[in-house]
């Protein structure tokens, strides 16, 4: 059904890929985060909630989306094709392909943790699931959400008794909106970096609630960053624009701060583990709420996830790719960052090295 080509995954039957490398005349695309969305494609196919935010990241390639509903079938060229929620972000997706009897799925990044900025992730019963596997290490596993928020509101809330502003670092597509909904809008300004603010504007536009947020650079032109907290892309760390806050206290969320060593590396005050991905157990649940015979697995620690399912007799592989996961849309934030979030993804080719 599926083959890697240099260009990426390939459906020869359908003559499409899925999340392409490089530009190609037919995509299906998971979700729009720069390690899944390739500028330059012909033609896209993406869920409907995704499609804003998708059109955004592609500029003037966006007229060639096409957007359909979870769940809704598509034939293309013999080959039926439906998304269904991957709870990773808004609109994410998990591409199902049937053919002659087969039933392949491509899980794109998910998780199984409840979001209210985006559809919750559906099991999707197959023969193959490809699966990302960015933590598949059995050191992740993520603490409950209601403790993770109850952490960031208190270290909020203490900085802005002292006066000072905390950043929050997170990629702004996505991430940064999961930030904004959890956070107590009742302890301060809650403001935006550009890239982030505009991001934020898309999900608003789609229906996902979240509260009131003001750009940082008028906050910062009126004065009013009094006990604010800054939700911005990592890359603004140590950048001139983030001097202009004054005295500033720095945190990161990821599912990176799970380790020992991440924060200091990233040069920040405090660490959130809070992630867009499954932990261990959880994708190791869902690999089995598939029901799959065939699992190949990429995007992250490959080699355990397959050695573990191997071990328990399904059939198993690791999946080449370019990409590492979770890290590698920080070089599209990074690019967003200029002016304030000004520039647009088009103007960053995203195909290519790792930025790990």
Same mark, same amino acid.
């Given at each position: ?283 190791? &649940? +869902?690999? *089995? @709420? ?7 697995? $990429?995007?992250?620690?490959?080699? !355990? =996830? /397959? ?22 849309? &920080? +070089?599209? *934030? @990074? ?7 000004? $520039?647009?993804?088009?103007?960053? !080719? =995203? /195909? ?5």
């Amino acid at each position: 059904m599926l083959r890697t080509t240099d260009r990426g995954l390939y459906c020869e039957a359908g003559d499409f890929f899925i999340d392409p490398w490089a530009p190609v005349p037919r995509a299906v695309v998971t979700h729009a985060h720069g390690d899944h969305l390739t500028w330059g494609c012909d033609a896209y196919l993406v869920s409907h909630d995704g499609e804003g935010v998708t059109r955004e990241r592609l500029g003037r390639w966006g007229s060639g989306v096409e957007s359909v509903a979870y769940g809704e079938t598509r034939l293309v060229n013999g080959v039926t094709v439906s998304l269904h929620p991957a709870g990773h972000i808004l609109g994410s997706a998990q591409v199902r392909l049937e053919h002659r009897g087969e039933v392949w799925v491509v899980s794109g990044d998910y998780k199984t943790d409840p979001d209210p900025t985006c559809a919750p992730w559906e099991p999707v019963r197959c023969h193959t699931f490809i699966t990302e596997s960015t933590f598949g290490l059995p050191i992740y596993r993520w603490p409950s959400q209601r403790q993770v928020f109850d952490e960031l509101n208190r270290w909020w809330a203490a900085n802005a008794a002292e006066g000072r502003v905390s950043l929050l670092c997170a990629y702004a597509l996505g991430k940064a909106q999961r930030l904004l909904a959890g956070l107590d809008p009742a302890i301060g300004p809650m403001l935006t970096h550009g890239a982030v603010e505009r991001m934020t504007a898309l999900y608003r536009h789609g229906g996902v609630a979240l509260p009131l947020t003001v750009h940082a650079t008028d906050a910062l032109r009126t004065r009013a960053t009094a006990g604010a907290i800054v939700i911005a892309p990592p890359s603004v760390t140590g950048s001139t624009w983030l001097r202009r806050f004054g005295e500033v206290r720095t945190a990161f969320a990821s599912g990176w701060m799970r380790v020992r060593g991440e924060r200091r590396r990233r040069a920040v005050d405090a660490g959130f583990t809070l992630s867009d991905h499954v932990d261990w157990p959880q994708l190791l &649940a +869902a690999i *089995d @709420a598939t029901g799959a015979e065939r699992v190949w697995v $990429t995007h992250g620690f490959t080699g !355990p =996830v /397959v050695q573990w399912l191997t071990e328990r007799g399904l059939e198993a592989r690791v999946m080449a790719t370019r990409w590492e996961g979770e890290r590698d849309d &920080a +070089a599209v *934030d @990074a690019a967003a960052d200029d002016n304030d979030g000004a $520039t647009t993804v088009t103007e960053v !080719p =995203v /195909v290519g090295e790792s930025t790990s």
